[in-house]
């Protein structure tokens, strides 16, 4: 598939916004630690993915009913599902000036994950931070996708190749409406 970028500009892929806020205090420490023991973009970006995999848990697998969007407040409050994990390995990517697109499957919800742009490569390489039980087998991989899911067209099941330099809308509000992550599971969009 090919992936396409929603502005030809690369710089949005590098900016900051209300989810992806990459400025944020929090945020800065989680780079400063992660960097600490990655001496290149490459070993930092499979530092950030791995931290966003396994450190913050997926909110559904944990049971936790708090709802985050912000990427700040997934890594403070250390939960967060698919889309929030994305928008703080996305941040976390950014913050180090490496480009981090967002990405999205179709599945009976819309799944959320990210991409990457590493320097010297010319192509973006798609990787999913969802964690857990249900995507324990998500690897950061530059060779080949190794996602949480593969999709099956013959079930309707849609990867959508456009990479977003923000939040989805209809992602971003159902995140913003939701009190908690029982009302989150009825606002999930289920198609973009």
């Not at 190794?146 to 923000?166: C, G, H, K, T």
């Amino acid at each position: 598939m090919e992936l396409i970028q929603d502005t030809p500009d690369l710089a949005a892929y590098l900016a900051a916004d209300d989810a992806i806020d990459h400025e944020h205090p929090v945020v800065r420490r989680t780079v400063a630690m992660l960097s600490a023991d990655a001496p290149d973009a490459y070993a930092y970006a499979e530092a950030a993915f791995t931290f966003v995999r396994d450190a913050i848990p997926h909110s559904v697998d944990s049971g936790d009913p708090r709802v985050t969007w912000r990427a700040s407040d997934v890594l403070e409050a250390r939960t967060g599902i698919c889309y929030a994990k994305s928008h703080a390995l996305v941040a976390l990517l950014r913050a180090r000036g490496i480009p981090a697109a967002l990405c999205y499957q179709k599945f009976e919800a819309v799944h959320g994950l990210i991409a990457l742009k590493l320097p010297g490569r010319e192509r973006w390489v798609r990787q999913d931070a969802r964690g857990g039980e249900a995507g324990a087998g998500a690897q950061f991989r530059l060779d080949r996708e190794q996602l949480a899911f593969a999709v099956r067209p013959e079930f309707n099941e849609v990867d959508y190749p456009v990479l977003f330099a923000e939040p989805h809308p209809a992602v971003l509000q159902c995140l913003r409406d939701a009190v908690d992550r029982p009302r989150l599971a009825q606002l999930l969009p289920t198609a973009l």
